[in-house]
């Protein structure tokens, strides 16, 4: 079954770049290394890690269809997506074990884990 792990940092600074304010935040080796596992355990689909917020734009459509085009996502929360992974697993046990695993789910950031909707297609 393919689960989307998304990968979201506790906190951003002024320039958009997620900040950790624990000092418990995955260095960049620690990312290589769980890329790697995912990798070499065959259950990566895809995966990858998105820009600084800052390069982010948000659209929305009103009940009228007038589109409105922002800049951020700015949303209520602190939390802000960094990156995702899409892996192939046997059940909602082994995602969690590899959310666990993930290096975003240290310190301030976490790991949601949600199975990808199966239409039969």
Excluded: H, N
Excluded at 29 to 54: F, K, M, T
Excluded at 96 to 120: K, M, Q
């Amino acid at each position: 079954m393919k689960y989307m792990m998304l990968i979201y940092a506790g906190s951003v600074g002024a320039d958009g770049v997620p900040e950790d304010v624990s000092g418990e935040g995955p260095g960049f080796e620690e990312w290589r290394r769980y890329d790697r596992q995912v990798r070499d355990a065959g259950i990566l689909v895809a995966g990858e890690s998105l820009a600084d917020l800052v390069t982010a734009t948000t659209v929305r459509v009103d009940g009228a269809g007038e589109r409105t085009v922002t800049d951020g996502p700015f949303a209520e929360s602190r939390e802000v997506l960094g990156g995702f992974y899409v892996i192939d697993v046997p059940d909602l046990d082994a995602a969690l074990d590899w959310a666990a695993r993930c290096p975003g789910a240290r310190g301030d950031g976490a790991v949601v884990v949600r199975p990808v909707a199966d239409f039969g297609s």
